[in-house]
């Protein structure tokens, strides 16, 4: 069962023209927002976030607050695992005719639920790896939109290498994962890239950088380099479905000998506290 | 009328899935395909591109040359008009679930027909503006690819300030329109961003510098800067829906005085004749 437009219907039955512009420009903006226990975690942050991704590139947002919330629940009445990622995607609607500029459509509005299984702390333990490339996407990564071709091509390649995450780099400085946040730990401070319009404002890195504040690590919004990523005493990724994973090796070198680190086995108990508060 | 994989079926009757990879993450490219008195023009080299497009995300083209051609006569069998674009789109298809990473899917086919109505040579004489932007797109402008929300961005704002296009430019060199290449003439010379991974290499682009060459006009695959750009003799772009317009005045500056250039009046008349031939 999904959502698109008004209307409650089996995904297989789910269609859009292909006048759609999400289709024809990739000219829309999305959110991946959790369920834990049949409760949606951080709604408000993914709400606003979403507003923010609608301003930027002007698309009235079709609903209230209210009526967001209204369509999830009805989702989450269908399906009753106990966690869930909601998916939700909205466009600027089809036209009549392709042309690059806009005039004011019906925006073209889909949710959906799927499965989530967040990793229990002894998988994580275990840690991932990662390989880095140079970040060549666009300079508005700020906006959460579905012109994703450039994050396909680095997820693609993770899984070619076999590895969790491609972690991006611009003039040397870390900005952030193909579908992540990036931290760094060194010297007992964790650093992470200043939010801007290079990287996603992630839910999951502000509750991050509140569990590291909760667990007394000092946070510096201060890119890392790719040398001080190399050299990190940790390194973690963080997404909404991901949570926050421990790295413990990157581009075939071990992080600090691939030892999994305390400052990150704190931030996650915690972050699952807030989980579950 | 239009194509969509296999069937030719009335516009408002073509739908494609929500689980479609161009619908959920722009992945997918396309052409556009100028057809001037009912002939495809320069048909060999947009499908070479569009290979080239192809390859670079890893879909596998889905028909050889012989059936695109088979496609595209028999929409033009249905619609007589004199001059018409083909646009085609293909994406990497529709999985059962939302995934960054691909398996190998049936790729999704769309082609339609769009009337052409190239401006005359006594319309384009009244010279058009520009605007000027920083270039914040992707650094695979060499793909010709569907997720073009940037894209978009730039036109909504020509559109909002009435003008012909933006011209964009990295690090103070202008790399190319968002929707054209770019050419300046100074001193006799032509110049235009070189081919790479900035600027798409525009077939239209190639029929320029092709004409220029045979109207002995020298030419030189150098990024203009902004500079050179605003104090150039002549400013040009092209598309295969413009073919090559004349821009006399760009940041509300007129370029030589706003007078029409004749090196740009010489290549106009060339490539018009390379349509008739």
Redesign the interface.
Known sequence: M?Y?NGEFLA??Q??????????????GVYEVIPVYKGSIFRLQEHLQRLQNSLDA??IKNPHTNQQWQDIFSQLLTHDLAPNQSL?L?I?RGADT??K???ESLTATV?V?L?PLTPKSKHELNQGFSAITQAD?????CD?K?????????Y??Q??QNQVEEVILHRDQSITEG??SNVFIVKNNTLFTHPTG?NILSGITRDLVLESAIACQLPIQETAPTLDELLSADEVWISSSTREVMPITQVDSQPINQGKIGTHWSNVYDYYQSLKNA
């Open positions: 999904v698109l995904k297989n789910a269609s859009i023209s292909v006048m759609d512009r999400g289709f024809l420009f990739g000219d590139i002007g998916y995607q466009t005719q392709r690059h500029s806009f889909f959906e799927n060549f996407r666009w300079q508005r906006i939109a579905t012109s994703l071709l450039a994050n396909i091509m997820s693609q993770a899984k193909a579908t319009p």
